[in-house]
């Protein structure tokens, strides 16, 4: 049985996983698609290291930090 090895946002996408964000201010959980993430990162031109994206990410409530995992839950189309 191997690991996954999950770094950075290619990872994620590659294995088909998306992003779970948890603000360390409010606790707000949101699940995000890693390649729209990924795309934003292109765009600002932002390392896509899962911790270096952590620390860019900005909550709703204004807090920024975050803590970023992997999840397997598939988000349903708008």
Do not use: W, Y
Not at 32 to 59: G, N, Q, T, W, Y
């Amino acid at each position: 049985m191997s690991s996954k090895r999950l770094d950075t946002l290619a990872d994620l996408v590659r294995h088909g996983l998306n992003a779970q964000v948890e603000c360390l201010g409010c606790h707000r959980i949101v699940i995000v698609p890693a390649a729209k993430l990924r795309d934003r990162c292109f765009a600002k031109s932002i390392p896509m290291k899962l911790e270096i994206v952590a620390r860019h990410l900005r909550c709703s409530c204004g807090h920024r930090g975050t803590k970023l995992d992997a999840t397997g839950v598939q988000l349903s189309p708008p």
